[in-house]
């Protein structure tokens, strides 16, 4: 049961002028403007970093530039420089910012996953996993009601929706799954920012037709993640709650009926 409640958007963060985040990857730049261009319709400026065109991650002075980063990898990432992107962004997400991490950048297969103290200090909100190409998904259970769900009523993954991973940290919030169960999005607080696990290849059916649908509100859920700022509790969606409390009044149907059988035995 998936719910959109007039009370997200109270939770939501404002447009904000001016680029906010910026786009970091090793992949086409064609497909990282792609992106730009879907969460620009949806209300967020981004630049592009492509780590293909300077061989070096960018500095921590760069990223704290930008209100949040969006991370992702499709090609192969030489060991220094995803060592420094992880050295850097866990440094920016602990001095306040926030980091949307996509696949292929939670790959388990360290030629593609960010390293260094993210890696080291698990930073993750979902961990790293093998690459999955799990059918046709669409959005599934929602766990919590939270701001990175505003607006966002369908999402489909396309043809493949790969995914990498399926496990949460500890330490992270789960918001939703995909309809096979697996994480689409997880948060955790790290020092004063975030660090948002997206189990989405961000690149839309536009430029790979097997990849998520830019029909559907991908590029909301997105955008969403960037301006993503905590949400004032993690409150269970609706759908749960019914159900929790069904189940405690049946406990308690069941205690009461129980007392009166055993009363009536001691008479």
Same mark, same amino acid.
């Given at each position: ?12 963060s404002p447009a904000l002028a001016g680029p906010v985040s910026l786009l970091v990857s090793i992949d086409r730049t064609s497909y990282m403007t792609d992106l730009q261009a879907k969460i620009g319709a949806a209300g967020v400026s981004a630049d592009v970093f492509n780590i293909n065109n ?53 790959? $388990? ?94 690149? $839309? $059916? ?62």
């Amino acid at each position: 049961m998936r719910l959109v409640l007039p009370v997200l958007a109270l939770l939501s963060s404002p447009a904000l002028a001016g680029p906010v985040s910026l786009l970091v990857s090793i992949d086409r730049t064609s497909y990282m403007t792609d992106l730009q261009a879907k969460i620009g319709a949806a209300g967020v400026s981004a630049d592009v970093f492509n780590i293909n065109n300077t061989n070096a991650a960018p500095t921590l002075g760069q990223l704290q530039a930008y209100q949040s980063v969006f991370v992702w990898t499709d090609f192969g990432c030489f060991f220094q420089v995803c060592k420094n992107l992880g050295n850097n962004l866990d440094a920016y997400v602990r001095g306040g910012g926030v980091a949307v991490i996509a696949p292929f950048a939670t790959s $388990s297969d360290s030629g593609y996953s960010i390293g260094g103290a993210f890696q080291a200090n698990d930073d993750w909100a979902i961990e790293p996993g093998a690459l999955a190409g799990n059918g046709h998904q669409t959005l599934g259970a929602i766990h919590v009601v939270s701001s990175i769900l505003n607006g966002v009523n369908a999402v489909d993954g396309g043809q493949y929706s790969y995914t990498n991973g399926s496990t949460l940290n500890a330490a992270a919030t789960r918001v939703a799954d995909w309809s096979n169960g697996v994480p689409l999005v997880a948060y955790r607080k790290i020092g004063s920012g975030y660090v948002v696990g997206l189990n989405l290849f961000p690149v $839309s $059916s536009d430029k790979l037709n097997w990849s998520w649908a830019a029909a559907s509100d991908g590029a909301r859920l997105m955008a969403n993640a960037l301006t993503f700022t905590g949400d004032a509790a993690a409150v269970p969606e609706p759908a749960s709650i019914v159900l929790a409390g069904v189940g405690l009044a049946a406990v308690l149907g069941f205690r009461r009926s129980f007392r009166r059988r055993s009363g009536d035995g001691r008479r």
